[in-house]
């Protein structure tokens, strides 16, 4: 037993000794910090919104608060359902993440991020709802208007409630749209809408000229881009301003014009190196 004893290394029994009253010891110091912390009194609220929109602001979310759960001033940590008014505040359509702590001074710190909108929709029956960046339907207020595209026309889709997804196509491909021109130099600033005739088809409403700009849908969008880029640069110098109506990229490799002084059309067959 002895013999058996001595081959024991005493120095790694203590180092692990010492490791186990070290863990232990963290343990009870965190156990101390997080009883002070449930303790420790909210000495203020501070709300941060953020986000480029202004559909909500700190008036808003200081309101909800003491609304539904009160004044928190006052109140210790435990007492505050943290948890509940983070729930609250994400159940807000406006609302895409909300975090609220309480720091060293005894501030409880409320930070809200607002949901980003891309499109105005405004369906066929007049129905109208924003998209956001995520796919969300977000609803309209009144008291701020972002400055976004509105999409109007043939648009079957509604609004039901809020935070639904983009169920059709249809409004997926305006979606695509309006995120491949966002933050291009040309097409940020010539399209001013986006239309949906009565087959279906997607038009740009351009602010420059008044041709009806025929896109189809989303599909091949960068060659249909290159083709309009094509007509304002080589057709339209030649021909002038008012020559045609309607200008359509839909179809593959092809610019079809129609003149506004009867039904001919001009039919442009283009290979374009695809680079």
Partial sequence: MLKKLSHISWRLVGYGFLALLALVGIGMLMGLVKKKDQAQVCTSMRVMVGGKEAFIDQHDISDLVKSKFGRVVGKTLRQIPVEQIEKALMELPYVSSAEIFVDMDG????????????????????????????????????????????????????????????ETKLVKDLVSIVQHVKGDPLWSNQIVQLYVNDYGDIEIVPRVGTQQLVLGNASKLEEKLDRLVVFYKNILPRVGSDAYEKVNVKYDDQIICERRSGWMLDSLQLKMKMN
């Fill in 107 to 166: 501030v409880l710190q409320v930070a809200v991020q607002q949901r980003e909108v891309l499109l105005r929709v405004v369906n066929k029956v007049g129905r109208e709802y924003y998209i956001d960046t995520k796919g969300a339907k977000v609803p309209v207020t009144l008291r701020y208007v972002p400055h976004v595209l509105v999409a109007n026309g043939n648009i079957k889709e509604g609004y039901q409630k809020a935070l639904d997804t983009v």
